[in-house]
T-cell receptor, first 115, second 111 residues
Framework: NAGVMQNPRHLVRRRGQEARLRCSPMKGHSHVYWYRQLPEEGLKFMVYLQKENIIDESGMPKERFSAEFPKEGPSILRIQQVVRGDSAAYFC?????????????FGPGTRLTVT | AQRVTQPEKLLSVFKGAPVELKCNYSYSGSPELFWYVQYSRQRLQLLLRHISRESIKGFTADLNKGETSFHLKKPFAQEEDSAMYYCALSVWSNSGYALNFGKGTSLLVTP
């Protein structure tokens, strides 16, 4: 099991461009969480998804940000018209169903730099 | 509201010395507490969870509900313990088991 995969690891975008961050959960995991880490800060919850469903997106900015977790393929965090303040490390974590679903396994993160 | 506080941004100790990384939380109910560690250029990984009451790599952490603390301790620090340590709290909500993290403490163990 390769663990949670994220790509790209580093992403540079100019202001106004779109950023797409991908997260492939561990095999057999059906829950995905996205977190954002601003410089000098801890990780902050953004969105919680299950396959084909957004369960809670209360931590995600209302505009420009969206997330999906399709039936097939990775989870995608999409940021439209990026601004400098979007520069951060974005982590996803996956968890299994059932009794063990409290345990989250993290990907290596994507470092987004907006120039 | 949930909050996790790690008062020390940086902690430097000598090899072999005891180490304690502080974590305080605020939550009125019964949360689940975790310690995550991030070694240089590696991903965040779970170190301890309070309900397991186990020792990993010599580290222990006891939940003190009276003081609302979950400090991480190790009696004899090793150089390979140098890393970023995050305390986190989890409560079941609409957000599933989303984790609420502190800002982290960077531990540096010097020879």
């Amino acid at each position: 099991n390769a663990g949670v995969m994220q790509n790209p690891r580093h992403l540079v975008r100019r202001r106004g461009q779109e950023a797409r961050l991908r997260c492939s959960p561990m095999k057999g995991h059906s829950h995905v969480y996205w977190y954002r880490q601003l410089p000098e800060e801890g990780l902050k919850f953004m969105v919680y998804l299950q396959k084909e469903n957004i369960i809670d997106e209360s931590g995600m900015p209302k505009e420009r940000f969206s997330a999906e977790f399709p039936k097939e393929g990775p989870s995608i965090l999409r940021i439209q018209q990026v601004v400098r303040g979007d520069s951060a490390a974005y982590f996803c974590a996956s968890s299994p169903r059932g009794r063990l679903k409290r345990e989250q396994y993290f990907g290596p993160g994507t470092r987004l730099t907006v120039t | 509201a949930q909050r996790v506080t790690q008062p020390e941004k940086l902690l430097s100790v000598f090899k072999g010395a005891p180490v304690e990384l502080k974590c305080n939380y605020s939550y009125s109910g019964s949360p689940e507490l975790f310690w995550y560690v991030q070694y240089s250029r590696q991903r965040l990984q779970l170190l301890l969870r309070h309900i397991s009451r186990e020792s990993i790599k010599g580290f222990t952490a006891d939940l003190n509900k009276g003081e609302t603390s979950f400090h991480l301790k190790k009696p004899f620090a090793q150089e390979e313990d140098s890393a970023m340590y995050y305390c986190a709290l989890s409560v079941w909500s609409n957000s599933g088991y989303a984790l609420n993290f502190g800002k982290g403490t960077s531990l540096l163990v010097t020879p």
